[in-house]
């Protein structure tokens, strides 16, 4: 069969969604203003490009070929990078040199010469753990990559220890014990609603893989750690073995669906789970934080009347836009009968973010990105048709919020922070901003902000060379850790 010839005139395609093919690397970007002498690392972005034109015109952006993207800084210079990430299914393709997977996480739907290929596409998170830097995606299992060269190193299951077929995007690593934690959902196959809970020590070995079943197969695209607990959010946006087989989406929204939180003792034993019932329908996709105080757990979550991404909302026949805010759920495991104790602490948003260093515990900031409503910027980017404009800090404990925004024609993607050396200061945040210069012309910046001040603006710019598509998450890595990378 002859290559398609064309992108699919969609939203998934369109915009900052517009393929770029580029792998390259550049050295000395111009900077505006000055970079502060904290920043001192990497900033490692997960960025979702497609190499092929896909096999059928419904392809969405979650199913394109991950990139890696690096900004290094060091003395106040800055170089870049971005490179394929050499999945199983980007291989694949390349040697085919066309498209070969069919619909999104639908492998029935996929060109018989890839049957039992790995359909994953490593293009979510990036994480750095052990000496080691991952590509992740929370269908499969994550890929190793080369911090300094970008280049693949294959798939990573633990040296062979790993049972699970899949782990999240979202891992937590405990600040102070270097501990990772790690789940994976259809640990066993497809539509199954087995999940694997496992730790990594800090030396980066597995020590413990255990698995229960979740009240139903669901997206469950992030979770929580506190100093004492593992806390697992179960949303019913639910997949089903006969409607993938007859070649439907792999989710459909339920807005009936009841909704759990699972609470166990982080180095317990699954069976010690408490489920707690949420309100029916509502989905989020990231926890900002939680923490515990006593027998009661705070989980601090992006919350959503359903599921947001506007695909899903769409197979599942659910229009209107969704509404909710920053929220805490409170749980007390004295007491599960009570139910959940809910506190709105923001507006709607997504993409939050913490210092690493609060991981767990009860913390004094925390941000996430918005949308400013006066100034939409209209921009295919990611599964959406327009852009984050409008960044948020929420101080604690009294709520406090503050806000940056440029408006219409600006896209700001999710944020990593970068600590400072003294203790008072929140640090900075590296923010890669998205700019439309003209219709289909959009230049890229790292905009650099005083985490505690952000409505001051950005302090200092790098110019981007090259155009990437959209950012899913990213991650800082300090230089401390990035000379601790290992061979092995
Ligand atoms: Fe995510």
Redesign the pocket.
Same mark, same amino acid.
């Given at each position: 069969m002859a290559p398609r010839p064309h992108y699919p005139d969609t939203v998934h395609y369109r915009g900052l969604n517009r393929p770029t093919h580029i792998e390259a690397t550049a050295h000395d970007l111009y900077v505006e203003g000055e970079i502060p002498r904290d920043i001192d690392g990497a900033f490692f972005r997960a960025v979702h490009d497609p190499a092929y034109v896909p096999m059928r015109d419904d392809d969405v952006v979650l199913s394109r070929d991950g990139m890696i993207g690096k900004v290094e800084f060091r003395d106040g210079r800055v170089n870049c990078a971005i490179r394929y990430v050499q999945t199983e299914r980007f291989l694949a393709e390349q040697k085919a040199g066309r498209g070969l997977f069919g619909r999104y996480r639908n492998p029935f739907t996929d060109d018989p010469s890839v049957a039992g290929v790995d359909r994953t596409v490593a293009n #979510? #998170?990036p994480y750095y753990h052990a000496g080691r830097l991952f590509m992740s995606k929370e269908d499969g299992l994550p890929y190793r990559v080369d911090p300094t060269s970008l280049k693949t190193l294959g798939r990573w299951n633990y040296g062979g220890t790993l049972r699970s077929l899949t782990l999240t995007? %979202?891992p937590k690593i405990d600040p102070d014990t270097g501990e990772l934690f790690l789940f994976g959902y259809e640990a066993d196959g497809l539509a199954s609603p087995t999940i694997a809970y496992c730790i990594i020590s800090p030396q980066g070995e597995l020590v413990s893989e255990q698995w229960f079943d979740a009240p139903y197969c669901a997206m469950m +695209?992030?979770f929580a750690i506190t100093k004492d607990h593992a806390i697992f959010t179960v949303y019913p946006t639910k997949a089903d073995l006969l409607r993938l087989k007859e070649g439907g989406p792999h989710w459909i929204h339920d807005p009936e669906g009841e909704s759990f939180i699972g609470i166990m003792p982080r180095h317990g034993e699954v069976t010690e789970m408490v489920w707690f019932k949420g309100p029916p329908g509502v989905h989020s996709? +990231?926890v900002m934080n939680a923490w515990s105080e006593g027998s009661k757990v705070h989980l601090d979550q992006c919350m959503a009347s359903t599921n947001l991404i506007p695909f899903i909302a769409s197979d599942s026949g659910i229009a209107g836009p969704p509404q909710g805010g920053l929220t805490r759920w409170t749980m007390d495991l004295a007491d599960p009968g009570a139910g959940i104790t809910e506190r709105p602490l923001g507006p709607f948003g997504e993409m939050p973010l913490i210092a690493h260093a609060d991981t767990g515990k009860d913390y004094r900031r925390g941000w996430y990105l918005t949308v400013d409503p006066a100034r939409m910027t209209h921009l295919a980017n990611g599964p959406g048709d327009f852009a984050f404009n409008l960044l948020v800090r929420v101080g604690f404990p009294d709520g406090a919020l503050s806000f940056y925004g440029e408006g219409a024609g600006y896209s700001f993607n999710e944020p990593v922070l970068v600590p400072a050396v003294d203790p008072d200061h929140g640090g900075w945040l590296l923010m890669m901003v998205d700019r439309v210069i003209a219709p289909g012309y959009i230049a890229q910046e790292v905009w650099i902000l005083d985490a505690d001040d952000i409505e001051r603006g950005p302090v200092a710019k790098v110019e981007m060379p090259f155009r990437t598509c959209g950012q899913? %998450?990213g991650t800082w890595v300090p230089r401390h850790l990035l000379d601790q990378a290992r061979g092995d």
């Open positions: #979510t #998170t995007a %979202h +695209h992030d996709y +990231h899913v %998450h």
